[in-house]
């Protein structure tokens, strides 16, 4: 998906965001998980939106994105954080250099196994020995069920193969998200083939106590969090 600037700004500006689940359990992964160290990596960090989160669990971090605008947002937000333009699956800095990388919502908008074998390579490459990578990306039911938090009435959505286009929107809003939709085969392929191992495959599902009227959420996930190392 290409961030004009306009979208860009819509991007940020919508508040019933898809992370409310995610954002809920990753602490706990953070911590059980990444034992080496503190440094960080936020690859593809976008409009920055996973900074505070990050650095409240405790890490040094940096962002990196291939969006110019989605840095020009992250940049005004995050005054106090190092951003870099990259190309993608290129991280300007030395092997075994981050205790952590983070890759959030990224691999949905890879259109291509190959290309995603080479930015998680990429990341292998940087990671500490015992560092740890967190992928999250789409679950393969997203674009099948009846959601709170997504709307995937979309006509792409239909009869789904590995590479295949879809579409959601957040809500009731008039953001759309076009992405590419793999499972959970090509992900586990790629991490193999990049020499890393899923030490924890989790999927969030909605709860009671979280006090929202969950639909589908409650028993089906949206989201797919991987814990990878070296």
């Not at 689940?21 to 706990?28: A, E, S, V």
């Not at 259109?111 to 490459?125: D, K, Y």
């Not at 953001?175 to 924890?200: A, H, I, N, P, Q």
């Amino acid at each position: 998906m290409e961030y004009t600037p306009e979208k860009a700004r819509g991007y940020v500006e919508e508040k019933n965001h898809l992370g409310f689940l995610t954002l809920r359990d990753l602490p706990g992964l953070l911590e059980k998980y990444v034992k080496t160290g503190t440094k960080a990596l936020d690859y593809g960090c976008g409009a920055g939106m996973m900074m505070p989160l990050i650095k409240r669990c405790g890490f040094d971090v940096e962002g990196m994105d291939i969006s110019l605008n989605m840095l020009n947002i992250a940049m005004r937000d995050h005054k106090n954080t190092a951003f870099t333009h990259i190309d993608s699956a290129s991280i300007p800095r030395p092997d075994e250099h981050y205790d952590l990388v983070l890759i959030c919502y990224v691999l949905v908008e890879i259109s291509s196994l190959s290309e995603m074998e080479a930015i998680t390579r990429e990341v292998h490459r940087v990671l500490k020995p015992g560092g740890i990578a967190v992928v999250i990306v789409s679950s393969e039911q997203k674009f099948s069920g009846d959601w709170m938090l997504v709307d995937n009435d979309f006509p792409e959505n239909q009869n789904l193969t590995s590479g295949s286009r879809v579409k959601c929107r957040l809500g009731d809003s008039k953001l759309v998200f076009e992405d590419y939709f793999w499972t959970d085969k090509d992900y586990r392929s790629v991490f193999t083939r990049s020499g890393l191992k899923v030490l924890k495959w989790h999927q969030p599902l909605g709860r009671e106590e979280d006090g929202l009227p969950w639909k589908d959420e409650l028993h089906s996930p949206l989201f797919s969090i991987y814990v990878l190392g070296r």
